[in-house]
């Protein structure tokens, strides 16, 4: 299982997995907002389309999701513009981490990234200084367990071969999950090839990979995932990515 899966393995199972809706709605919103900066049109612009799928499967009310469309395109003015930026740092024991925001105050979120890092034992970086460990990846997901976990009907062979065939680098299964990764490149068109393949998937992104991943012992990697999901639980931030290598003790330990 990778690493992908197995944090959301153990976000699922501490029911950490954002209870609060109205926090997942503005995250969603922005990312909405953002991605409507080029073009409202969800057939032209892919990066919406997958924005309101994720917000749709959130149930977002429609006029929240039509709103932001429209604020985001520049049809709707409210005057706040929503800033998309990345940050880098080292957590506990030298893991990369990359900390992907959406916000309307940037130093309210250096701010809140640095007190983090800094009670964590990490430290924030210079642009450029950790993001040369990872890659952008295609990240296509279909869950095989479901939110009561239960088993769901996923066939790993039927979708392995239909990602292959529509261009995927790569196709790792799991008890929990089916993940397929691509190039930046094929995102779409091996997205598209699986729909059209009969196979929706429940997660559909880009995202970063790291290059390689480093081990620690189980109790030093406890110390870096805490910092995970503290800094996931800030409001401005959208995703977290690290180099750490999960094992199957630090999931059932941490959850």
Do not use: C
């Amino acid at each position: 299982m990778s690493g992908h899966s197995k944090w959301s393995t153990i976000k699922r199972k501490k029911g950490a997995a954002d209870a609060a809706k109205s926090k997942i709605f503005t995250r969603l919103a922005r990312e909405i907002q953002v991605a409507a900066r080029s073009g409202a049109d969800l057939t032209s612009n892919f990066q919406l389309r997958l924005a309101v799928d994720r917000a749709r499967a959130e149930n977002m009310p429609k006029d929240n999701i039509e709103r932001s469309i429209r604020r985001g395109a520049g049809l709707e003015k409210d005057g706040v513009e929503i800033e998309e930026i990345t940050y880098e740092g080292y957590g506990p024991h030298g893991i990369a981490i990359l900390v992907e925001t959406l916000t309307d105050n940037r130093n309210r979120t250096i701010s809140d990234l640095r007190r983090l890092f800094t009670r964590a034992g990490g430290a924030l970086g210079e642009p450029g200084s950790v993001a040369w460990q990872f890659a952008q990846k295609g990240y296509i997901v279909f869950n095989r367990i479901d939110d009561g976990g239960h088993p769901r009907p996923i066939d790993p062979d039927e979708i392995f071969f239909a990602a292959s065939d529509a261009g995927a680098d790569d196709v790792e299964v799991s008890d929990d999950a089916v993940e397929v990764y691509t190039e930046r490149s094929n995102f779409a068109a091996v997205n598209q090839g699986l729909e059209t393949a009969g196979f929706r998937p429940d997660q559909a992104e880009l995202m970063m990979v790291p290059n390689s991943t480093l081990e620690l012992p189980t109790d030093d990697a406890l110390a870096v995932l805490g910092l995970v999901e503290a800094l996931e639980e800030l409001d401005d931030v959208t995703k977290v990515y690290h180099n750490l290598e999960l094992t199957e003790d630090m999931v059932a330990q941490y959850a």
